[in-house]
């Protein structure tokens, strides 16, 4: 690229198999095309992963990817993506995650990294403006990722390095391991710490001083500025200063769809002992944040005995408060803050944790396993201590974690009986901690999501019953719809806004600012071009990500997924019995007619498959042929 405004202009590239470093600089087009994050991702998978390859195997790649935005002095600008073939769904998989390692690749010189292969032992990346070095890591293994993060930044001399890495979960290759960000920030969906652990690489620290170089440096300077006074003065920012995520808890739950004992119920009675008030006023110690943010969203917690949390790993936010609380019936706050701990210690993803273990809990209270399967644990809905127990077996691959370990859809198998009617997954992925009985609309985009299951590329039907707002109303969407609408009107609702936010995952931009802040995707064009020097608008960037929609479903559908695979677990076709959800449900045939109705609206044929003409009309008719 002759002017790399936003971007190095370089992607490196580290084979691991042959201990090979090269860089590439790909072409200015394919920077606009592919934009960053899920497009790169995406784009590299489709190119160079041939169909049916074993994503704990060699050939499967691990792709770190950044944005444009990544690195640049705007609040929302230090996250970063990491994909490659799941070995949890066996389809496409990436996470986004926050913190400062993005940024810090950004400044060290790199877009995007692509490692290859597998080494003969535990390595990990050294990467320090411009420079790469494979090390030894065989010291490293076997470390939570606390541990590995001081024992590099003290073998560099350097408290300053980031460290993005795994635990003893990515390293015994849990199909949902994720990887660590700072100890304390998880990529946490699609398994992507057990690739990075099928590699036999334990960590990449990062070290950089360059700036990144903007075009149009005040424009970029004027929304930053925007930015940081609508932090200070929107509700929606001051509400995640003051509670970060744990305070969909309550309302989730006065609405009836706070997910509770593997999604029986959507009413827990322990709810409030697990809420933001009880959080503030008793084991947080602080607040803090990403790269360039003042919002400082994300909670520091730290409890006494019995547990003895250490504050490195963070705390935890409303998914994990509802994966290890509710859904697991436990209204214990230091044990939930203890199982994220684990959670991050070991590099486990908190959702698919808490899934697979109330997944346990239900089939244990219904007689499908016994104390004999459990290893005598009495895996009752509200037994903190066995669900902790359960956390460390599973990071270890210990008796029944072992088979928890391989993800509730596999494990179901094993389990036998009726245990596959409880096993609370989409493709293989377990739910995030949403009922589409209180959000069809989100229901229609879990189906239909190319990572499995999905919350944040996704729309939550609540926000947008009184008004529309947001980036939506921008968008041609003008009026609210009711909350359990499955018109082609909240399905149009849907495409817009998903792809808005695939779009924004491209950006690796923060979803939480893209979404509920007061500016417009007109603003967020311009922060673009202020960035870039290229002359986009609204159009362009919503064809990146509808191109995005379309390649993930592309490498899904060479993976051998189709319409079938688009579906709701049969547990949310049957009513709620309590609460004020009660009698509620998912209707089979409306649900059905939507799906189809999302496929036309996206150019997808009947069976869900993009066509051809849509290939050629998003410029990626190549992907006809791979």
Request: aromatic residues 8%; hydrophobic residues 35%.
């Amino acid at each position: 690229m002759a002017d790399r405004y936003g971007y190095n202009g370089k992607i490196l590239r580290v084979d691991l198999s042959r201990r090979a470093i090269s860089v590439e600089e790909p072409s200015e087009d394919f920077y606009r095309r592919y934009m960053g994050g899920r497009g790169f991702i995406s784009y590299f998978l489709l190119r160079e992963l041939s169909g049916g390859e074993d994503a704990l195997g060699p050939k499967n790649k691990l792709i770190f990817a950044l944005g444009p935005v990544t690195g640049v002095p705007v609040a929302g600008s230090g996250r970063n993506s990491v994909g490659g073939k799941s070995p949890l769904t066996n389809g496409y998989g990436d996470a986004e995650v926050g913190g400062y390692w993005g940024a810090e690749l950004k400044h060290a010189g790199y877009d995007a990294i692509i490692v290859e292969g597998k080494s003969e032992k535990p390595v990990y990346l050294w990467i320090e403006d411009g420079k790469v070095e494979i090390k030894d890591a065989s010291h490293l293994w076997g470390k939570t990722t606390g541990e590995c993060q001081k024992l590099i930044q003290a073998e560099l001399g350097d408290k300053g390095v980031r460290v993005a890495l795994i635990g003893l979960a990515g390293e015994n290759q849990v199909r949902y391991a994720c990887i660590i960000n700072d100890a304390s920030n998880a990529a946490g969906r699609t398994g992507m710490g057990a690739v990075m652990g099928s590699k036999n690489l334990k960590a990449i620290a990062v070290r950089g001083h360059q700036k990144v170089a903007l075009s149009d440096a005040a424009v970029v300077s004027s929304f930053a500025r925007q930015l940081r006074n609508d932090i200070k003065t929107h509700p929606i920012a001051r509400n995640l200063a003051q509670n970060g995520t744990a305070g969909h808890v309550m309302g989730l739950n006065s609405g009836g769809g706070l997910p509770t004992r593997n999604f029986q119920q959507g009413v827990f009675d322990g709810a409030e002992k697990i809420a933001t008030d009880a959080i503030n006023n008793s084991i947080l110690t602080k607040r803090k944040g990403c790269y360039a943010c003042s919002i400082n969203c994300k909670p520091e917690v730290t409890t006494g005995e019995p547990y003895n949390v250490d504050p490195i790993y963070g705390g935890p936010q409303y998914e994990t408060l509802a994966a290890l609380g509710s859904n697991c019936g436990i209204d214990d706050l230091e044990a939930v803050a203890k199982g994220n701990e684990l959670c991050n210690a070991y590099s486990l993803d908190t959702i698919s944790t808490g899934v697979a273990i109330s997944f346990a809990m239900e089939c244990f209270e219904r007689g499908i396993l016994t104390e004999r399967d459990t290893g005598g644990l009495k895996l009752n809905f509200g037994n903190a201590q066995a669900m902790l127990q359960l956390v460390e077996m599973i990071a270890k691959k210990e008796g029944l974690g072992k088979v928890l370990a391989e993800g509730v859809a596999r494990a179901a198998k094993v389990f036998g009986k009726e245990a596959e009617e409880f096993s609370m997954h989409i493709k293989g992925q377990e739910l995030p901690l949403h009922d589409p009985r209180l959000k069809p609309g989100m229901g229609v985009g879990y189906t239909i999501s190319t990572t499995g299951v999905d919350h944040c590329h996704n729309m939550h039907d609540t926000l947008y019953t009184q008004k529309v707002w947001g980036p939506l109303k921008a968008l041609g969407v003008l009026e609210p719809l009711p909350l359990h609408d499955l018109s082609p009107a909240k399905v149009r609702m849907l495409v817009y806004y998903s792809q808005w936010q695939h779009m924004v995952n491209c950006l690796v931009f923060c979803y939480f600012l893209s979404s509920y802040l007061s500016f417009t995707p007109s603003q967020m064009a311009d922060m673009i071009r202020g960035v870039t020097g290229w002359d986009t608008n609204v159009w362009e960037l919503m064809k990146v990500g509808d191109r995005c929609v379309t390649m993930t479903r592309a490498f899904n559908i060479r993976e051998g997924f189709g319409k079938d695979d688009d579906y709701l677990p049969h547990r949310f076709f049957t009513p709620l019995t309590s609460g004020p959800l009660k009698g509620v449900s998912i209707d089979k045939n409306e649900l059905r007619q939507a799906i189809d109705t999302y496929y036309a609206m996206v150019g997808w044929d009947k069976n869900g498959v993009p066509t051809l003409a849509k290939l050629q009309e998003l410029d990626i008719e190549w992907v006809a042929g791979v």
